[in-house]
C-alpha cells in the first residue's frame, strides 16, 4: 500500500463549551466544518475523504455531522482509530 499525501486546507473552531441544551453536537461540527470549508476555499463538493472523532457525546456524533453537508455516502469516513498509526493522526 503506498502512503498518499494528505493536505489540510482550512481550519473552523467553535466556541469551547458542553453542548447541554443550548447548542447540540451536530450544530457545533456543522460550524466548524462551514468555517473550515470557508477558510479553504473549497466546499463539500471538493472533500474527498472526512476523519469523523468526538471528544465529548456519543460515539457517532462526529459522522453525524458530515450528514449536514450532503450525502456521507459520497466520501468515506473514517475515525482516528482507523488511520494506518491508530488514533495518532500526527
Known amino acids: 500500500m503506498s502512503v498518499q499525501p ?11 463549551i458542553k453542548p447541554r441544551g443550548q447548542v447540540d453536537y451536530p450544530e457545533m461540527g456543522y460550524e466548524a466544518g462551514v468555517k473550515a470549508m470557508i477558510d479553504a476555499g473549497i466546499t463539500y463538493d471538493d ?5 469523523a472523532c468526538y471528544v465529548y457525546g456519543d460515539s457517532t456524533c ?7 453537508f450532503g450525502s456521507p455516502l459520497r466520501i468515506p469516513l473514517l475515525h482516528p482509530t482507523q488511520l494506518p498509526n491508530g488514533n495518532k493522526p500526527y
Open 6 to 16: 494528505v493536505y489540510v486546507l482550512g481550519v473552523g473552531v467553535t466556541k469551547f
Open 47 to 51: 472533500v474527498d475523504l472526512g476523519v
Open 62 to 68: 462526529g459522522q453525524r455531522v458530515f450528514y449536514q
